[in-house]
């Protein structure tokens, strides 16, 4: 039988059991400290993951564009070759001519951002295979201006005074992106005059080549003087998770402190819960239970509080976050990740631990306490 | 009734010249116990009468190494307690001493049989068994699983007799074993403790007020003032 072979186990819980509306809600804080740290962790990590998912592509860019200083509107055909040098082997290089004009479809009209690139795949393909890597001839639309427009494939658009054929509908963008192709026309870049373009976009491979591009370029271009400017979502993106670590961090500093106040409730509920049974704790000395048997059944009966607290807390937490995200925009995957399961075990850990700390001085003081005294009552 | 106190070469539980002293608030000091020598013979009851504050209840808590002695020794079958740390005492009384308590002492959330087996429950091995058998012992053999809070004062004193014999200890200190019982019970419980005595050669030192004991004890001594004299 179990209770012979873990006598403090079975002293413990038949102790919890004389006061069960005492322990519930000595529990109870536990449950809430728990359900706090599990549910602020797990959203405030699902955010974080989802934020960056969000904006991951934006880290793999790097626009260079003429430097305000410099006097110049465009890039010549040495800034490109520099860039194309610092970007070797890390990303795709695309030149890009960018200006605005008045676009025409088959009624109304719109004024739109114009792109010119032979290579919209690179940029605007958002992974799908519907657009061309070389293009040559024809212009491709944002999917908000095709709407706006009426245009769709074979339709002729009108942009400034010519008139090009529609080869395809760029995707949406589901992120966010410095340039704007949903409200743009891609052309060919032949369609605009000279070699010079506006910017060269890097699509580079990862965040840390995008970081290696952006200091190349630099090093590279304006070592001497600012020819160009260079603009690279890296760090923006990292300020933005340092921001989500912060606030991470806060949430669960805010949670912390409520599983540390109930750690106290538990410390208060060891304490009168001693106090009441001075006189039992000193008979148990007397008749030959030894100091530290006295302190590890006292110390069972308060981490018991902390493991079915934490144990309902991290639970309800859990299952709370997952409703919220299925009932909002928040993603389940974002949720469900793998990293995200040590929140729960973690608050749980954290949970028991606080109940033992709380519970370890009063049952020092009762174990340590001398039995004459004791028994005195 | 007794054939007397059993004579041996070594009683099992003995104060050899004992004093005890309590500093009180004013720097001085208030002496409970004052040279006490005593012994108790196994198969032997004594009682130990005097006023309150006669340190009767201090001299039964040095007996039962729950105090230690300003002065003197403490011998457990005759060899000194003194310099025993605190674990080897809990081991001491384990093994040698039962007590049983004015106030019966059982924890409520336990039934008769596991308060009986209480004193063994972080031993290895089961008590069960003699738990039981004490209890039937003690007329009790009916009321094995039922908690203290279902038992009569009486029975509860039966129940703490049987706890503090399932170690088979030398010696059973009582404080005030019928204080808390009326006169009838008080005489069964009386009863029970010579039974004890007697057939399992248990030495026993009772601490009352109660003229009741000294009619079963063998002999009985008077504390006054902490000084110790044969009645």
């Known amino acids: 039988m179990s209770d012979r072979r873990f006598p403090a186990f079975s002293l413990a819980t038949r102790n919890l059991s004389r006061q069960r509306l005492r322990a519930g809600l000595a529990a109870l804080g536990i449950v809430i400290g728990v359900f706090a740290v599990v549910t602020l962790g797990l959203l405030g990590n699902a955010l974080s993951v989802a934020a960056q998912e969000e904006l991951g592509g934006l880290g793999d860019q790097v626009i260079v564009s003429p430097a305000e200083e410099s006097g110049r509107e465009t890039l010549d055909s040495r800034d490109v070759a520099a860039v194309r040098r610092a970007a070797d082997g890390r990303g795709t290089v695309v030149p890009l001519q960018v200006t605005g004009g008045t676009v025409r479809g088959t009624g109304d009209q719109s004024f739109a951002q114009i792109y010119g690139t032979g290579n919209p795949q690179a940029l605007f393909g958002n992974g799908s295979g519907a657009v061309t890597s070389s293009h040559r001839q024809g212009a491709l639309v944002g999917s908000g201006l095709a709407t706006d427009l009426a245009l769709r494939p074979g339709s002729t658009v009108a942009v400034e005074q010519n008139e090009y054929r529609v080869v395809g509908v760029l995707p949406p963008v589901d992120g966010i992106s410095p340039l704007q192709p949903d409200s743009a026309v891609v ?21 840390e080549d995008a970081r290696a591009v952006a200091s190349g370029v630099r090093e590279r271009l304006n070592s001497r003087q600012q020819r160009v400017s260079v603009f690279s ?3 923006v993106l990292d300020r933005i998770s340092e921001f989500f670590n912060l606030l991470n961090g806060f949430l669960l500093a805010i949670a912390g402190i409520s599983l540390v106040v109930a750690g106290v409730s538990i410390f208060n509920v060891m304490l009168m819960t001693v106090a009441e049974r001075r006189g039992e704790i000193g008979v148990l000395r007397a008749v030959g239970i030894h100091r530290k048997q006295v302190l590890r059944t006292l110390l069972v009966e308060a981490t018991l ?12 937490g859990t299952l709370v976050v997952v409703a919220v995200a299925t009932q909002t925009e928040l993603p389940l995957w974002a949720v469900l990740q793998p990293g995200n399961m040590l929140v729960p075990l973690g608050a749980f850990a954290f949970g028991v631990f606080i109940a033992l700390v709380g519970g370890l001085y009063p049952a020092y003081r009762a174990a340590w306490e001398p039995p004459v005294e004791a028994l005195r009552g | 009734m007794s054939a007397g106190p059993i004579q041996e070469a070594t009683p099992p ?5 004992v004093t005890k002293r309590y500093e009180s608030g004013g720097g001085g000091s208030v002496t409970a116990l004052s040279q006490v020598d005593f012994a108790v013979a196994g198969g032997e009851v004594v009682a130990v009468v005097g006023p309150s504050g006669s340190g009767k209840s201090t001299m039964l808590n040095i007996l039962g190494l729950l105090d230690e002695p300003s002065e003197g020794s403490v011998e457990l079958r005759g060899e000194t307690t003194a310099g025993l740390s605190a674990a080897e005492r809990t081991d001491a009384r384990r093994e040698s001493l039962g007590f049983v308590f004015q106030d019966f002492h059982l924890l409520p959330t336990l039934s008769a049989v596991e ?12 008590a069960t068994d003699r738990a039981r058998e004490l209890l039937e012992l003690v007329g009790l053999g009916d009321r094995l699983d039922h908690t203290p809070d279902e038992l009569s004062g009486g029975q509860k004193q039966r ?7 399932v170690n088979e ?18 005489t ?12 399992a050669g248990v030495g026993v030192v009772a601490v009352t007020h109660d003229d009741l004991v000294t009619d079963y004890a063998d002999r009985t001594v008077e504390l006054v003032d902490g000084v110790m004299r044969d009645v």
């Open chain 2, 159 to 165: 129940v703490a007799i049987a706890r503090a014999l």
């Open chain 1, 233 to 235: 979502l890296t760090s």
């Open chain 2, 188 to 199: 069964a419980i009386l009863e029970e403790i010579r039974r004890i005595a007697d057939e």
């Open chain 1, 305 to 316: 509080l902390g493991v079915v607290g934490g144990a309902v807390g991290a639970l309800l």
């Open chain 2, 115 to 126: 308060n009986v087996r209480l004193p063994t429950a972080f031993l290895p091995g089961d």
């Open chain 1, 187 to 207: 052309l060919p870049p032949r369609e605009f005059t000279g070699d010079e373009v506006s910017q060269v976009v890097v699509r580079a491979n990862s965040p």
């Open chain 2, 169 to 186: 200890p030398d010696v059973l200190l009582a404080d005030e074993p019928t204080g808390n019982l009326d006169r009838d019970t008080g």
């Open chain 2, 13 to 17: 539980l003995a104060l050899v010249d």
